[in-house]
C-alpha cells in the first residue's frame, strides 16, 4: 500500500484523521467532543447591538459568547431601507458582485476569499447604525473561531461546501473555478460544465480544486445535494426561533472523505464501529456512481478493539 486514510474513532472523545503516503504522514486532523468547531455553522442569530464606532454589530447566535459581525459581511438584503432604495441597491451589489470574475480560491485555508465584500462605494453611502437595528433577526455563518475573550466572527455570505463545488445561495456571481486549478482546458471544460447548470438566480457556484478532473454528471450530482441542502436549511430557519442553531459543519470523518479522499488512496482504514458505518454511507450519497461493489467501497476495513 503506498497511500491510505487512517481514521481513529474508537473513543467517543476524541477522533484523528491521518493520510500516510509511503510511510509519511501527509495529512493530518483531530476533533474533540468537547470542543466542536463553530466555523461553517450556520445560525438563526439576532443582533443585540450595534457599535457605530467599529462599524460592526454584536451578534447572540447561542453560543458562549456574542459574535462580531462587520458591516462589510452584511449582505444589503437586511439593510432596513425603502423597498426601492433596497432594490436599487441589490441590484447594483449583484452588478459588482458579477464583474468580480470568476477567478475563486476556495481551497485555501480560509475560504473568506470565496465569500464577496460589499463594494466600497455602496458601504460608502451607508452607516451601520443607519440601515442596521438592535434585535433584528439575521441568518449568519461562523467564519472564525472564538479566541481569548473574543466572539466568533459572523458573516451573512454564507457559503455551503461539497466534495467538488461550494454553494453560495445569497451571492449572484455566476460560475466560478478554484485559482488552484491551473490547466487550461480543464478551467475551460468545467466553466462550461457550471454554465449548463440550472443555478438559481441569485445564487453563485465554485468549483473546487477536487472537481478539476471531473465528470459533469459529477459536479451536478454534487450541486444538486447542496441545492438540497440549502432548501433543508431554509425550512428549518422559517421554522425556528433565535437564536439557535440551523445547520452544523461536518464532522471530521464527513470532512476527510469530502475533503481529502482522492484516487491515489488505496485504502480507507476506520478504527470505530460507528464511524465506520458513517464512511461508508457518506462513500454512497458522496460518490453514488460507485456501486457496493466499487474499488471505493471495498477498500474500507474496519478494525474492531
Given at each position: 500500500m503506498t497511500k491510505m486514510m487512517l481514521i481513529d474513532a474508537v473513543h467517543p472523545e476524541e477522533v484523528r484523521v491521518a493520510v500516510v503516503n509511503k510511510g509519511?504522514?501527509?495529512?493530518?486532523?483531530?476533533?474533540?467532543?468537547?470542543?466542536?468547531?463553530?466555523?461553517?455553522?450556520?445560525?438563526?442569530?439576532?443582533?443585540?447591538?450595534?457599535?457605530?464606532?467599529?462599524?460592526?454589530?454584536?451578534?447572540?447566535?447561542?453560543?458562549?459568547?456574542?459574535?462580531?459581525?462587520?458591516?462589510n459581511e452584511i449582505h444589503p438584503d437586511y439593510y432596513q431601507l425603502p423597498q426601492a432604495d433596497r432594490e436599487a441597491l441589490l441590484a447594483e451589489a449583484s452588478s459588482v458582485e458579477s464583474d468580480n470574475g470568476d477567478d475563486v480560491d476556495v481551497d485555501s485555508d480560509d475560504e473568506d476569499e470565496a465569500r464577496p465584500v460589499v463594494s466600497s462605494s455602496i458601504q460608502k453611502r451607508y452607516k451601520i447604525q443607519e440601515v442596521i437595528r438592535r434585535r433584528q433577526i439575521m441568518l449568519v455563518q461562523a467564519v472564525k473561531e472564538e479566541r481569548g475573550n473574543k466572539g466568533a466572527a459572523l458573516t451573512t455570505y454564507l457559503s455551503l461546501a461539497g466534495r467538488y463545488c461550494v454553494l453560495m445561495p445569497n451571492t449572484p456571481?455566476?460560475?466560478?473555478?478554484?485559482?488552484?486549478?491551473?490547466?487550461?482546458?480543464?478551467?475551460?471544460?468545467?466553466?462550461?460544465?457550471?454554465?449548463?447548470?440550472?443555478?438559481?438566480?441569485?445564487?453563485?457556484?465554485?468549483?473546487?480544486?477536487?472537481?478539476?478532473?471531473?465528470?459533469?454528471?459529477?459536479?451536478?450530482?454534487?450541486?444538486?445535494?447542496?441545492?438540497?441542502?440549502?432548501?433543508?436549511?431554509?425550512?428549518?430557519?422559517?421554522?425556528?426561533?433565535?437564536?439557535?442553531?440551523?445547520?452544523?459543519?461536518?464532522?471530521?470523518?464527513?470532512?476527510?472523505?469530502?475533503?481529502?479522499?482522492?484516487?491515489?488512496?488505496?485504502?480507507?482504514?476506520?478504527?470505530?464501529?460507528?464511524?465506520?458505518?458513517?464512511?461508508?454511507?457518506?462513500a454512497k450519497m458522496l460518490m453514488p456512481s460507485h456501486s457496493i461493489k466499487s474499488p471505493f467501497l471495498s477498500i474500507f476495513l474496519f478494525s474492531a478493539r
Open positions: 509519511q504522514v501527509e495529512d493530518f486532523d483531530f476533533e474533540s467532543a468537547k470542543k466542536r468547531q463553530l466555523r461553517g455553522n450556520i445560525y438563526l442569530a439576532k443582533i443585540t447591538r450595534v457599535e457605530p464606532s467599529l462599524q460592526a454589530a454584536f451578534v447572540d447566535f447561542g453560543g458562549n459568547r456574542h459574535g462580531f459581525l462587520a458591516f456571481r455566476g460560475g466560478g473555478i478554484s485559482r488552484k486549478i491551473t490547466n487550461a482546458a480543464d478551467r475551460k471544460r468545467l466553466k462550461k460544465i457550471v454554465g449548463e447548470l440550472n443555478v438559481p438566480e441569485g445564487m453563485g457556484l465554485i468549483v473546487r480544486t477536487a472537481g478539476a478532473k471531473r465528470t459533469k454528471t459529477e459536479i451536478k450530482r454534487d450541486f444538486e445535494y447542496l441545492i438540497k441542502l440549502w432548501a433543508k436549511i431554509r425550512e428549518l430557519t422559517l421554522s425556528s426561533v433565535a437564536p439557535c442553531m440551523i445547520n452544523e459543519e461536518a464532522g471530521l470523518v464527513h470532512r476527510a472523505l469530502r475533503d481529502l479522499y482522492d484516487k491515489d488512496i488505496d485504502q480507507v482504514l476506520v478504527d470505530g464501529d460507528t464511524a465506520y458505518r458513517e464512511a461508508k454511507d457518506l
